[in-house]
C-alpha cells in the first residue's frame, strides 16, 4: 500500500535507506561477516569468468557489479543486454558462471538465455527481488535483495539494491580468494545508507532543480564517466520512461565524437562527478557544453566539490557512489514527470515485467 505517499514511485524511493540496511543485516552472519550461502559461493569461486545477463535498470545496476567483480574479486566479467546475447553469443571462457540479474525474475529475454545456457550445460545464479520467481526456479542459485514489492514500473529501490548485493558478493568473492578488498564494505553501506537518507531529505531541492532544468527542455544529456558514466545511463533510463523527455547517458569523452553538435542554448546536461580521478575530465567537458549554450548540473561529491556544482552527495567510499548518485537523478525525474502531468506510477507504453521477448 503507498499509504500517504501520492505515488509509489515516491514511496519506493524514500524506502532505500531502509532497504539497503535490510540488506547489510540479511547477509551478515552472527558475528557481523558477511556471508552467503556456500554453494552460492563456491560457484562464483569456480568462474575464471562472469556473464551478467540483464535488461534496462537491471543491466545498468550489473555494469556496476561488473566494476566490483573486477576491481574487488578479480573475477573477469562481462556484462550483456539479455535481448541481444540469444544472437550475439561472445566465446565464451572455459568455467563461465551467469548471473542473471533481475527484479521480477520474469523477464523473457532473461529467460531465454538461461534456457540455451542450461542446455549448454553452465552453471547460472539469479539476483531477484522475487523468490520463487521463473529465473529464480530455474537458475542453480538464487541471490535475493529484500528490497520488499516495487510496485512502481521505474525501477528505484530495486536498483540501489542490486548495486549493493552485488558489491557484497564481489566482497565475499575476494575473500574465499584470499584477497583483501582495502576497506569494510558492511561499514561503508551503512554510511551509503546514511548518505541515501541525507538525499532524499532534500526533495525540495530536487523539486527545484528539476524545475530549473527540465521545465522547458525537450532533451536532456546525462554524463559521466566510470562509474558515473553508469550511473547517467541510469538516470537518462529513469527521466526518459517517466516524464517522456528524450534523455541520452553517454561518456563523457564521447560528447566530441557526435554528440556535441546536439547541444544548443539551454540544453541541460547533467554531469556526474563524483569519482576523483577522473572529475577534472567531466568537468571539462562542462566547459565544453557550456561554451555552446548548455546549462550544466554538475553532481558531485564532499570533499572533490567545487564552487557552483549544484548537487553535493555526502561523502561515501567511492566505489559505492552509485548507490547515492542516483537518488537525485531519480527524484528530478519523479518531479519532472509530476510537473508534466505525467502517470508516474504507469508510464505509457510500458509494463512492469516484461514477460515477452
Ligand atoms: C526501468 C525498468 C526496466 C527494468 C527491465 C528489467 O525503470 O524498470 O528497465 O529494469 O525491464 O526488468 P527486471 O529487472 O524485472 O528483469
Same mark, same amino acid.
Given at each position: 500500500?503507498?499509504?500517504?505517499?501520492?505515488?509509489?514511485?515516491?514511496?519506493?524511493?524514500?524506502?532505500?535507506?531502509?532497504?539497503?540496511?535490510?540488506?547489510?543485516?540479511?547477509?551478515?552472519?552472527?558475528?557481523?561477516?558477511?556471508?552467503?550461502?556456500?554453494?552460492?559461493?563456491?560457484?562464483?569461486?569456480?568462474?575464471?569468468?562472469?556473464?551478467?545477463?540483464?535488461?534496462?535498470?537491471?543491466?545498468?545496476?550489473?555494469?556496476?557489479?561488473?566494476?566490483?567483480?573486477? =576491481?574487488?574479486?578479480?573475477?573477469?566479467?562481462?556484462?550483456?543486454?539479455? &535481448?541481444?546475447?540469444?544472437?550475439?553469443?561472445?566465446?565464451?571462457?572455459?568455467? %563461465?558462471?551467469?548471473?542473471?540479474?533481475?527484479?521480477?525474475?520474469?523477464?523473457?529475454? &532473461?529467460?531465454?538465455?538461461?534456457?540455451?545456457?542450461?542446455?549448454?550445460?553452465?552453471?547460472?545464479?539469479?539476483?531477484?527481488?522475487?523468490?520463487?520467481?521463473?529465473?529464480?526456479?530455474?537458475?542453480?542459485?538464487?541471490?535475493?535483495?529484500?528490497? +520488499?514489492?516495487?510496485?512502481?514500473?521505474? &525501477?528505484?529501490?530495486?536498483?540501489?539494491?542490486?548495486?549493493?548485493?552485488?558489491?557484497?558478493?564481489?566482497?565475499?568473492?575476494?575473500?574465499?580468494?584470499?584477497?583483501?578488498? +582495502?576497506?569494510?564494505?558492511?561499514?561503508?553501506? +551503512?554510511?551509503?545508507?546514511?548518505?541515501?537518507?541525507?538525499?532524499?531529505?532534500?526533495?525540495?531541492?530536487?523539486?527545484?532543480?528539476?524545475?530549473?532544468?527540465?521545465?522547458?527542455?525537450?532533451?536532456?544529456?546525462?554524463?559521466?564517466?566510470?562509474?558515473?558514466?553508469?550511473?547517467?545511463?541510469?538516470?537518462?533510463?529513469?527521466?526518459?520512461?517517466? &516524464?517522456?523527455?528524450?534523455?541520452?547517458?553517454?561518456?563523457?569523452?564521447?560528447?566530441?565524437?557526435?554528440?556535441?553538435?546536439?547541444?544548443?542554448?539551454?540544453? %541541460?546536461?547533467?554531469?556526474?562527478?563524483?569519482?576523483?580521478?577522473?572529475? %577534472?575530465?567531466?568537468?571539462?567537458?562542462? =566547459?565544453?557544453?557550456?561554451?555552446?549554450?548548455?546549462?550544466?548540473?554538475?553532481?558531485?561529491?564532499?570533499?572533490?566539490?567545487?564552487?557552483?556544482?549544484?548537487?553535493?552527495?555526502?561523502?561515501?567510499?567511492?566505489?559505492?557512489?552509485?548507490?547515492?548518485?542516483?537518488? %537525485?537523478?531519480?527524484?528530478?525525474?519523479?518531479?519532472?514527470?509530476?510537473?508534466? +502531468?505525467?502517470?508516474?506510477?504507469?508510464?505509457?507504453?510500458?509494463?512492469?515485467?516484461?514477460?515477452?521477448?
Amino acid at each position: 500500500e503507498k499509504g500517504t505517499y501520492p505515488h509509489y514511485m515516491l514511496k519506493e524511493i524514500d524506502e532505500q535507506p531502509a532497504v539497503l540496511r535490510k540488506i547489510i543485516q540479511a547477509y551478515q552472519d552472527e558475528n557481523g561477516k558477511l556471508s552467503i550461502d556456500q554453494e552460492t559461493l563456491e560457484a562464483i569461486n569456480r568462474a575464471d569468468r562472469i556473464y551478467v545477463i540483464a535488461a534496462g535498470t537491471s543491466y545498468h545496476a550489473g555494469l556496476v557489479g561488473k566494476e566490483y567483480f573486477e =576491481k574487488l574479486a578479480g573475477v573477469p566479467t562481462e556484462v550483456h543486454i539479455s &535481448s541481444e546475447f540469444g544472437y550475439n553469443m561472445p566465446l565464451l571462457s572455459e568455467k %563461465p558462471l551467469f548471473v542473471f540479474i533481475s527484479q521480477s525474475g520474469e523477464t523473457a529475454d &532473461s529467460r531465454q538465455v538461461l534456457v540455451k545456457i542450461k542446455e549448454l550445460g553452465y552453471p547460472s545464479l539469479t539476483v531477484t527481488n522475487v523468490p520463487g520467481s521463473t529465473l529464480s526456479r530455474e537458475a542453480d542459485h538464487t541471490v535475493l535483495l529484500h528490497a +520488499g514489492p516495487e510496485i512502481a514500473v521505474a &525501477s528505484t529501490k530495486a536498483y540501489t539494491a542490486q548495486v549493493a548485493v552485488l558489491a557484497i558478493l564481489a566482497a565475499l568473492a575476494a575473500g574465499e580468494k584470499g584477497n583483501e578488498i +582495502g576497506f569494510d564494505l558492511v561499514q561503508e553501506l +551503512g554510511i551509503a545508507a546514511n548518505a541515501v537518507q541525507t538525499m532524499i531529505v532534500r526533495k525540495e531541492e530536487m523539486e527545484g532543480l528539476s524545475f530549473d532544468f527540465l521545465e522547458l527542455s525537450r532533451n536532456a544529456f546525462f554524463i559521466g564517466r566510470g562509474l558515473d558514466y553508469f550511473v547517467s545511463l541510469e538516470g537518462a533510463l529513469k527521466l526518459k520512461e517517466i &516524464s517522456y523527455i528524450q534523455a541520452e547517458g553517454f561518456a563523457g569523452g564521447e560528447l566530441k565524437h557526435g554528440t556535441i553538435a546536439l547541444i544548443e542554448e539551454g540544453t %541541460p546536461v547533467f554531469a556526474l562527478a563524483t569519482q576523483e580521478a577522473v572529475s %577534472p575530465n567531466i568537468r571539462g567537458n562542462v =566547459k565544453e557544453v557550456g561554451a555552446r549554450g548548455a546549462k550544466s548540473c554538475i553532481i558531485s561529491m564532499e570533499g572533490i566539490e567545487e564552487e557552483g556544482d549544484r548537487i553535493v552527495i555526502p561523502a561515501v567510499h567511492p566505489m559505492l557512489t552509485p548507490l547515492v548518485s542516483v537518488i %537525485p537523478l531519480q527524484l528530478i525525474s519523479y518531479y519532472a514527470a509530476l510537473h508534466r +502531468g505525467c502517470d508516474v506510477d504507469k508510464p505509457r507504453n510500458l509494463a512492469k515485467s516484461v514477460t515477452v521477448e
